[in-house]
C-alpha cells in the first residue's frame, strides 16, 4: 500500500495536484516543481501528453517524481498507444514501483501541436481498466500466462459537468464496475454539479477525487485564443479576470481555489481534491497552506 491509497482507504480527505512532464530534458523546473510539492499532498499526477501537446513520457517523469521521494499517480492515454504498449507500459510501470496509473482516453490531436499524427483508440478507457485486471490475475492481452503479475490501484475520469450528463454517468458506472479504485473529475466549477453526478455514481467502490482548477491571467489569455484541455471556464468567471491586473488576478484564483477546496470538503461532496495549474504551477503550494490542507 503506499501513501495516496493509504489516504483514501482511510477516509483522510486526500490532497493530489497535477504537474506536466518537460517538453525538452531540462529537468530543473520540473524537479523543482516535485519538490515543492512532494511533502504536501498525497500523490503527484503525472499528465501524458495532455492537449495533445508533446511532452516527456509519463512513465519515465512518474519514475523521476518518485525518485524524488513523491508518490505519483501516472497517466496513461490510449491515443497514442495500442493494447500492447499499453500492457508493456503497465508492467514497467509495475516494476519501476509505480502502482496509481489513471487510464485516459486523450484529447483529440487536432487540440494539439502535432494534428497529423494518427491516434491510435485501440483500447478505450474501459477496455484498458479491464486489461490492467487481466495483468494481475497473470494473463497478458493475448491470454498468455505472464511471469509475475502487478498489482495496481487503478482509476479512471469523470466529468460532472458534461452536457448531457448521463452518457457520462453510464461510462463512469461502467469504469466502477471495470473495478475503478478512484475517479478523478475535469475542472469542477459548479458544485450543485459535483453533488448530482456524485449521487448517481457507486461511491463504495470507488472513491471520487474533484479536479479544482488555479485559476491565473495566463489560463484566461489562453482559453481567450484556442480550446485549452480541461473544461472550459464559464463566461462570469472569466469576465472576472479579464479586468484585472497580473497580481491581482493571481490573488482572485488562489482565493477561489481555496474556497472551492473548503466547500467540497466540508460539504462532504468528495473524498479529496485534485488541483491543477497548468501555466502557474507554483500557485498550488501557496493554495494548499491557505486552504490548511
Do not use: W
Given at each position: 500500500?503506499?501513501?495516496?491509497?493509504?489516504?483514501?482507504?482511510?477516509?483522510?480527505?486526500?490532497?493530489t495536484?497535477?504537474?506536466?512532464?518537460?517538453?525538452?530534458?531540462?529537468?530543473?523546473?520540473?524537479?523543482?516543481?516535485v519538490d515543492?510539492l512532494?511533502?504536501?499532498?498525497?500523490?503527484?499526477?503525472?499528465?501524458d501528453?495532455r492537449?495533445?501537446?508533446l511532452?516527456?513520457?509519463?512513465l519515465?517523469?512518474?519514475a523521476?517524481?518518485?525518485?524524488q521521494?513523491?508518490?505519483?499517480i501516472?497517466?496513461?492515454?490510449?491515443r497514442?498507444?495500442?493494447?500492447?504498449?499499453?500492457?508493456?507500459?503497465?508492467?514497467?510501470?509495475?516494476?519501476?514501483g509505480?502502482?496509481?496509473?489513471?487510464p485516459?482516453?486523450?484529447?483529440y490531436?487536432?487540440?494539439g501541436?502535432?494534428?497529423?499524427?494518427?491516434p491510435?483508440f485501440?483500447l478505450?478507457?474501459v477496455?484498458?481498466?479491464?486489461?490492467?485486471?487481466?495483468?494481475?490475475?497473470?494473463?497478458?492481452p493475448?491470454?498468455?500466462d505472464?511471469?509475475?503479475?502487478p498489482?495496481?490501484?487503478?482509476g479512471?475520469?469523470?466529468?460532472?459537468e458534461?452536457?448531457?450528463?448521463?452518457?457520462?454517468?453510464m461510462?463512469?458506472?461502467k469504469?466502477i464496475?471495470a473495478?475503478?479504485?478512484?475517479?478523478?473529475?475535469?475542472?469542477?466549477?459548479?458544485?450543485?454539479?459535483l453533488?448530482?453526478?456524485?449521487a448517481?455514481?457507486?461511491l463504495?467502490?470507488?472513491r471520487?477525487?474533484?479536479?479544482?482548477?488555479?485559476i491565473?491571467?495566463?489560463?484566461v489569455a489562453?482559453q481567450?485564443?484556442?480550446?485549452?484541455?480541461?473544461?472550459l471556464?464559464?463566461?462570469e468567471?472569466?469576465?472576472?479576470f479579464?479586468?484585472?491586473e497580473?497580481?491581482r488576478?493571481?490573488?482572485?484564483?488562489?482565493?477561489?481555489?481555496?474556497e472551492?477546496?473548503?466547500?467540497?470538503?466540508?460539504?462532504?461532496?468528495?473524498?479529496?481534491?485534485?488541483?491543477?495549474?497548468d501555466l502557474h504551477?507554483e500557485?498550488?503550494?501557496e493554495v494548499?497552506?491557505?486552504?490548511?490542507?
Amino acid at each position: 500500500m503506499n501513501k495516496f491509497q493509504d489516504a483514501l482507504k482511510s477516509g483522510k480527505f486526500a490532497v493530489t495536484a497535477g504537474l506536466t512532464p518537460p517538453k525538452g530534458v531540462n529537468l530543473a523546473p520540473f524537479r523543482q516543481q516535485v519538490d515543492a510539492l512532494k511533502d504536501r499532498v498525497d500523490a503527484i499526477t503525472i499528465s501524458d501528453n495532455r492537449g495533445a501537446h508533446l511532452a516527456m513520457s509519463s512513465l519515465a517523469a512518474s519514475a523521476l517524481a518518485r525518485q524524488q521521494g513523491s508518490e505519483v499517480i501516472c497517466t496513461l492515454n490510449c491515443r497514442d498507444r495500442n493494447r500492447l504498449a499499453l500492457a508493456a507500459d503497465l508492467l514497467g510501470a509495475y516494476a519501476l514501483g509505480i502502482e496509481n496509473i489513471l487510464p485516459v482516453s486523450g484529447d483529440y490531436l487536432s487540440f494539439g501541436d502535432s494534428p497529423h499524427a494518427m491516434p491510435v483508440f485501440d483500447l478505450d478507457s474501459v477496455q484498458v481498466l479491464e486489461m490492467a485486471r487481466s495483468l494481475e490475475n497473470g494473463t497478458a492481452p493475448g491470454g498468455q500466462d505472464l511471469n509475475g503479475a502487478p498489482v495496481f490501484f487503478l482509476g479512471g475520469v469523470a466529468n460532472p459537468e458534461a452536457k448531457p450528463l448521463p452518457p457520462q454517468v453510464m461510462k463512469c458506472l461502467k469504469k466502477i464496475r471495470a473495478r475503478a479504485d478512484f475517479l478523478i473529475t475535469l475542472d469542477v466549477y459548479d458544485l450543485q454539479k459535483l453533488e448530482a453526478f456524485a449521487a448517481q455514481i457507486d461511491l463504495v467502490e470507488a472513491r471520487l477525487i474533484a479536479g479544482v482548477r488555479l485559476i491565473g491571467p495566463g489560463d484566461v489569455a489562453r482559453q481567450a485564443s484556442g480550446n485549452p484541455p480541461g473544461n472550459l471556464i464559464p463566461p462570469e468567471i472569466m469576465s472576472e479576470f479579464q479586468s484585472l491586473e497580473e497580481s491581482r488576478a493571481f490573488d482572485l484564483g488562489k482565493r477561489r481555489a481555496v474556497e472551492m477546496i473548503r466547500c467540497i470538503k466540508t460539504r462532504n461532496l468528495a473524498h479529496g481534491v485534485y488541483l491543477r495549474a497548468d501555466l502557474h504551477p507554483e500557485m498550488i503550494p501557496e493554495v494548499i497552506a491557505a486552504a490548511e490542507m
